[in-house]
């Protein structure tokens, strides 16, 4: 069989869901850590801020070495290969080790390796397929994230239901088939690259002080984005009261769905809008879905405005990205390496931040609103910085 880049498209939408279903699964199944394990809300937002600190140095790591020590090829069947083993230690240490939470963080952390490793290499590998329409098969790539985030929510409810929460494990197994495909596949398809001396030294994009609001705005997008879908089971459940099934059907699913076809829209009709136009207008849809989410006196209008916040953060990480790549088109695996780790420095930041603010404050009888209030400065920072890069995009 000959492969072609439609293959490697298909591969790197494949290493997308990868990322998507290790970063998604696990908090899906809090409550029942919670339940079954005994751990604490603190210990449980220390699990989302290890893997996305441990993302974002190997980032770093990932920028120095891809293209010059590893090759892109290499890396990608690495990191699909630490997914996948992440995932079936996250169902396999937990039953043989007497400590569940230090053998949750091993499992964590092998799998945050291998998507961080994965964000380093799978963006600038889709920008240099030789096709037109780059921005639309950016937006097109993130949108297979929101659909590996609703299967790892959708398919994983239904299993739950199904096994009953003691065999989760099972299903954490499962979900490393995706990552070992992807492994396989990258092992084939061909990899086209930027030729190393048309490419932009580091040194030159930190000079340049729009470079460093595009590291900004990855950082807030990033926080905007996490900050509720790592928290969103579990809020439904325990602040809104809905039952765990429904919940995360309601919740975090119509989330993700709704973030993918933001990321599908975009990708469909990216010649007809204005980016900036786009992200602007979404920043501020989010900044009201999460004050309603927070605020409003009805669960179900509460649950809508997840969704809401969904469909307004899907463009806000690819279109970063995308506007980036065009202002800095010599960029290359550096630039979104280093983009990647501060949109990972956000996934620390948000999450967290919900967190540290949910056990110490609570609001309406309920902690995690209160975390999920404090984030709303995140989606703000968005609104003004893509206002700051639009006025000065001519420069």
């Not at 039953?95 to 091993?106: D, E, G, P």
């Not at 390796?113 to 963006?123: A, F, P, R, T, W």
């Not at 061909?190 to 590291?215: C, V, Y």
């Amino acid at each position: 069989m000959k492969f072609t880049f439609r293959h490697t498209k298909f591969a790197c939408y494949c290493s997308y869901m990868s990322s998507a279903v290790a970063i998604n699964f696990p908090p899906i199944l809090f409550i029942i850590f919670h339940k079954q394990f005994g751990l604490s809300l603190a210990e449980l937002g220390a699990l989302i801020s290890l893997n996305f600190a441990v993302q974002m140095i190997t980032d770093i790591v990932g920028a120095s070495i891809v293209d010059k020590k590893i090759t892109y090829r290499q890396a990608a069947v690495s990191a699909n290969s630490l997914v996948c083993a992440g995932l079936l230690l996250l169902g396999i240490l937990p039953l043989f080790m007497s400590s569940k939470f230090i053998a949750l963080i091993i499992a964590t952390f092998i799998y945050s390796v291998g998507c961080g490793l994965l964000e380093v290499i799978i963006s600038p590998i889709t920008e240099a397929i030789p096709e037109d329409k780059k921005a639309s098969n950016m937006a097109l790539l993130h949108s297979f994230y929101c659909w590996g985030q609703m299967a790892a929510i959708l398919f994983s409810t239904v299993l739950l239901l199904i096994l009953g929460s003691r065999n989760w494990w099972i299903i954490s197994i499962f979900w490393a088939v995706i990552p070992a495909f992807s492994a396989l596949l990258f092992s084939k398809v061909p990899i086209n690259t930027l030729p190393k001396e048309k490419k932009s030294p580091s040194i030159m994009l930190f000079k340049n002080k729009f470079f460093i609001l595009f590291l900004l705005l990855m950082t807030a997008s990033g926080a905007t984005e996490i900050a509720i879908a790592q928290w969103a089971s579990m809020f439904v459940e325990t602040s809104l009261g809905v039952g765990k099934t429904v919940g995360d059907l309601l919740g975090p699913c119509m989330f993700a769905i709704l973030m993918g076809f933001s990321r599908v829209i975009y990708a469909k009709c990216s010649q007809r809008l204005n980016l900036y136009n786009y992200i602007i207008i979404c920043a501020l849809i989010c900044v009201t879905g999460y004050i309603i989410t927070v605020f409003s006196p009805n669960r179900y209008i509460s649950l809508a405005a997840i969704g809401v916040i969904g469909f307004s953060v899907g463009i806000m990480w690819p279109g970063a990205l995308s506007l980036a790549s065009s202002r800095f088109p010599l960029g290359g695996a550096t630039m979104f390496a280093y983009l990647a780790i501060f949109g990972d420095i956000g996934c620390t930041i948000g999450p967290g931040l919900t967190a540290a603010v949910s056990e110490k404050i609570s609001l309406f009888g309920s902690p995690l609103k209160a975390g999920i209030a404090a984030c709303t400065v995140f989606p703000f920072c968005v609104l003004i910085l893509t206002l700051i890069l639009k006025k000065t995009r001519k420069d």
